[in-house]
């Protein structure tokens, strides 16, 4: 399997999304046991221990640099177990799907902006035309086929934390590339976990004092342990290797990918109904990947 995917990285443009995109199960299924700061706190503490179990050797003897590297790794932490593990929980509970899935589905526009500025890129009229056509597809699922949706949106606070929450992920997604560390990625993705959790930590004496209690019950525990390993290790282990490989711009796209997963978790969990605008959406999506293949790279 191995072999196939290094002959093959673009396969990890499809199978990243399938544990990534089971953050909105998560959503969906842990919001009234756990408010959205602790989830996302939780969630980066059991990941960080987990993954210590595997790469404390490696953290220990480079140990010295951790602490040359801290404030580079606290940003990708923030950014990204941070940002984006607290602020589409918050969104959910102010805003609609629709407006989730159109908002977030600017990050790589956001990330071929930032490689460009960072990297000064080319893009050819090529990308940019695959972009347009993966962003309508996932308008097409989105508006569930009717354009009446998308010119009815009523912005509210939640669009604005999604839309934080997508120019986050396009700094962590590029700031990655830049920053040079000296960990392995799975030691790196231990030490965004702990930092991550560590940047939400002041939030949840704030959540708590302010909005929600937190109370565990054996449901919160599950649900904290599912976007531990499936949203959170895993997803993020395969993120990080997907841009080693096809680069910053191309990994991106991933975003697009996650309304079409969601789809299908719907429909097979939640039993939400699966309508033609999915698979003209998806067709959409998947064909602007196949335009914005260009943008493989071996520095972005």
């Known amino acids: 399997m191995k072999q196939f995917i290094n002959k093959n990285p673009l396969i990890l443009l499809f199978i990243q999304p399938i544990f990534m995109a089971s953050n909105l199960i998560v959503a969906r299924g842990a919001v009234e046991y756990l408010p959205p700061i602790s989830l996302a706190f939780w969630r980066w503490v059991l990941a960080f221990i987990i993954l210590f179990l595997f790469t404390h050797k490696e953290i220990i003897e480079k140990f010295k640099y951790f602490k040359k590297e801290f404030f580079n790794i606290f940003f990708l932490g923030a950014t990204s177990a941070g940002i984006c593990g607290a602020f589409p929980f918050i969104a959910g509970t102010t805003t609609t799907v629709v407006n989730m899935?159109?908002?977030?589905?600017?990050?790589?526009?956001?990330?071929?902006?930032?490689?460009?500025?960072?990297?000064?890129?080319?893009?050819?009229?090529?990308?940019?035309?695959?972009?347009?056509?993966?962003?309508?597809?996932?308008?097409?699922?989105?508006?569930?086929?009717?354009?009446?949706?998308?010119?009815?949106?009523?912005?509210?606070?939640?669009?604005?934390?999604?839309?934080?929450?997508?120019?986050?992920?396009?700094?962590?997604?590029?700031?990655?590339?830049?920053?040079?560390?000296?960990?392995?990625?799975?030691?790196?993705?231990?030490?965004?976990?702990?930092?991550?959790?560590?940047?939400?930590?002041?939030?949840?004496?704030?959540?708590?004092?302010?909005?929600?209690?937190?109370?565990?019950?054996?449901?919160?525990?599950?649900?904290?342990?599912?976007?531990?390993?499936?949203?959170?290790?895993?997803?993020f282990f395969l993120y990080a290797n997907l841009q080693k490989k096809v680069g910053t711009n191309l990994a991106g796209l991933v975003v697009y990918l996650y309304p079409i997963y969601g789809s299908v978790y719907g429909y097979f969990i939640f039993s939400e109904t699966f309508q033609m605008y999915h698979i003209i959406g998806a067709f959409l999506v998947f064909l602007g990947v196949f335009f914005c293949k260009d943008f493989r790279n071996k520095n972005v």
């Open 101 to 235: 899935g159109i908002i977030y589905s600017s990050s790589p526009i956001f990330i071929v902006l930032f490689t460009y500025l960072v990297f000064k890129t080319t893009i050819t009229f090529k990308q940019i035309f695959g972009i347009l056509i993966s962003l309508l597809g996932v308008l097409a699922i989105a508006c569930k086929g009717d354009l009446k949706i998308l010119f009815e949106l009523d912005f509210t606070s939640g669009d604005l934390w999604i839309l934080g929450a997508s120019i986050s992920w396009a700094l962590y997604s590029v700031y990655q590339i830049k920053f040079n560390t000296k960990f392995t990625v799975f030691a790196r993705v231990t030490l965004i976990s702990l930092l991550g959790a560590v940047s939400l930590f002041p939030f949840i004496f704030v959540e708590s004092h302010f909005f929600y209690q937190a109370k565990m019950s054996n449901e919160a525990i599950f649900w904290v342990v599912f976007a531990a390993i499936s949203p959170s290790i895993i997803a």
